[in-house]
């Protein structure tokens, strides 16, 4: 059984920037219905007890094509939304520290220059997505954005992503509306950075 993630912090905390009835209805309801529906396609497949990486690094051994549509797009929607909940937190923002403050400058020149860059991939996604910043295998930072539910995982990368913007409109148009730049400017007001940085940790040991 694949468990959705519990928030830390009520639906209110993240106010200003991310509204409580966004945040409820994203998470008690979106979040919860990818969860279910991903159980529901997992246990017809047998995959069930998989690990839900391992599960959508290798969907293409799902033989039976409509159940692997279902574990694609719900099983991202799980793991997208696990990720993109667990890096957020009121009293957040700010600029990371420590290794990973150290390897984006490395990588990217400054903090704003990744800000920017990575920004630039949420707003100009066409329609919904995400923009991911991953790890590869050697430690090396990558940016990337991706349709739908889709990710560096089901896209058959070995890339492990430490830190994602949702740009699906469910994230941001109670208040945002159609600006999407005004709302990922935003969303970093309330980045846990030491939660990126614990994130990057684990995927370079």
Known sequence: MF???KLPFAYDALEPVIDALTMETHH???HATYTKAFNEAAQKAGVENMDVVELLASLDKIADESLRKALRNNGGGFYNHNLYFSVMG???GGEPTGVLAQK????????????????GLAVSQFGSGWAWLSV?????LVLSQ????????SLGTDDKP????DVWEHAYYL????LRASYVADFFKVVDWSKVAALYEAATR
């Open 3 to 5: 468990e959705q993630y």
């Open 162 to 165: 430490i830190f994602c913007i």
């Open 136 to 140: 590869k295998k050697d430690g090396t």
């Open 28 to 30: 008690s309801k979106h």
């Open 175 to 178: 208040k945002f509306k159609n």
């Open 104 to 119: 984006i400058n490395e990588t990217f020149g400054s903090f704003e220059a990744f800000k920017e860059k990575i920004s």
């Open 146 to 153: 991706s349709a739908n539910q889709d990710n560096p995982i």
């Open 90 to 92: 009121p009293n957040a």
